[in-house]
């Protein structure tokens, strides 16, 4: 088990138990210091007080469990509006909404960068209608990385 899913377990139970949703996690060195960063959801959006809120429950299990063994830097935020899309319930809950897709290798015609609309979820596939009105099959294993995409 990697250290990231290490922490995904020890994290997640944390979280749900302050009623939110646990959206992703980043653990890396940046410069000098490594960073774990949770990133959390609710159903009314993230206020600075369930960050604090969430932090404080964190640190007594984070300190206990010892997961990490040596200093970091403990940041919990919101996944903002272009909130990464990793899990089946976040695709599922992005069909009908604008995102942002890119691939391991480019796609026929359109780069390893594709926006649009997405339609739906198989499990080999991610089906989106672009902004021409064209529609785009992605196979799920090649997304490299997929997030919601809001415009101002």
């Given at each position: 088990m990697s250290q990231q899913e290490i922490l995904f377990d020890l994290v997640e139970p944390v979280v749900r138990d302050e009623g939110l949703e646990l959206?992703?996690?980043?653990?890396?060195?940046?410069?000098?210091?490594w960073m774990l960063r949770v990133f959390i959801d609710g159903p009314e959006g993230i206020s600075h007080n369930e960050c604090v809120r969430v932090t404080r429950a964190l640190e007594p299990v984070l300190e206990e469990k010892d997961p990490?063994?040596?200093?970091?830097?403990?940041?919990?935020?919101?996944?903002?509006?272009?909130?990464?899309?990793?899990r089946e319930r976040d695709f599922a809950r992005a069909i009908g909404k604008k995102v942002?897709?890119?691939?391991?290798?480019?796609?026929?015609?359109?780069?390893?960068?594709?926006?649009?609309?997405?339609?739906?979820?198989t499990e080999n596939d991610l089906r989106l209608?672009?902004?021409?009105?064209?529609t785009v099959n992605i196979?799920?294993?090649?997304?490299?990385?997929?997030?919601?995409h809001f415009e101002f």
């Open positions: 959206v992703d996690l980043e653990y890396k060195k940046e410069g000098k210091r990490i063994p040596h200093g970091f830097v403990l940041e919990v935020s919101s996944p903002g509006l272009d909130r990464p899309l990793k942002e897709v890119k691939t391991f290798v480019p796609l026929v015609e359109k780069g390893k960068t594709v926006q649009g609309i997405l339609l739906g979820i209608e672009l902004e021409d009105g064209s196979p799920r294993d090649q997304v490299a990385k997929a997030q919601l």
